[in-house]
């Protein structure tokens, strides 16, 4: 058991590796596209649904293939690291868009107007006014689909990423097929997931708190 569990830790590293990493490059490649989602010019909004609904409606294993197999194996060589990272990174920055859209919506339509009656420029009270609170209303859906992205992860192991799914995979054949290595494995991401829901109810009642301070 202990040699089981030990074999199965060795595959953390390059899990957190790939959730946080696709997870960064989401939150970051999110914003210019909710903005363009939310623009009056169709030449903006259109794409940005368009790639929104495409991405959200092909399963992530899909984009891995395309980008590892396809992109990746062409002018542009990526190890199934770097293909892994981009290809959930383009997944999550769909979802995130889509979360950032929400946190928008949630917002009263008073305060662009009051911020304007002000003599505030729009990118001041994007920066300012709107985004504070959009971050603090997307904070709990944000914790939500990280813990579902670090269990979506899994699909690296498809393409050569060792991560606790490929280790689980390579026990479980060792073993003659036991099942053991994924009980094993569904803990280990149980107890991943757990640091990530506590932290994020940590920041979010800090946002909160600073909110109502204010």
């Known amino acids: 058991m202990i040699d089981l569990l030990v074999s199965l830790l060795r595959g ?15 939150a970051i490649a999110a914003v210019p596209l909710v903005l363009m989602r939310r623009s009056r010019w169709l030449l903006l909004s259109m794409p940005a649904r368009i790639y929104i609904d ?9 984009w891995l293939f395309i980008i590892f197999f396809g992109l990746g194996s062409g002018v542009i060589v990526l190890s ?4 892994a990272i981009l290809g959930m990174g383009l ?3 769909a979802y995130l868009a889509e979360i950032y859209r929400g946190g928008f919506l949630a917002l009263s339509k008073g305060q662009r107007e009051a ?5 505030m420029t729009r990118l001041d009270t994007l920066r300012y006014i709107l985004a504070p609170q959009v971050l603090r209303v997307s904070v709990p859906p944000m914790a939500t689909f990280l813990v579902s992205l670090l269990k979506d992860t899994t699909v690296a192991s498809t393409i050569g ?17 036991s099942f ?7 803990l280990l991401y149980i107890a991943l997931s757990i640091p990530v829901v506590v932290l994020a109810r940590a920041v979010d009642e800090r946002l909160r708190s600073r909110g109502q301070a204010k």
């Open 12 to 26: 953390v590293p390059a899990t957190l590796l790939v959730t946080f990493g696709a997870f960064a490059v989401g």
């Open 91 to 93: 997944v999550s920055t």
């Open 54 to 62: 495409v991405v959200r409606g092909i399963p992530p294993i899909v």
């Open 115 to 119: 911020s304007t009656a002000l003599g």
């Open 180 to 186: 053991m290595p994924f009980i094993f494995a569904a």
């Open 80 to 83: 199934s690291y770097q293909a």
């Open 161 to 177: 990423v060792r991560d606790v799914m490929m280790y689980a995979s390579q026990q479980a054949q060792g073993g003659g097929g």
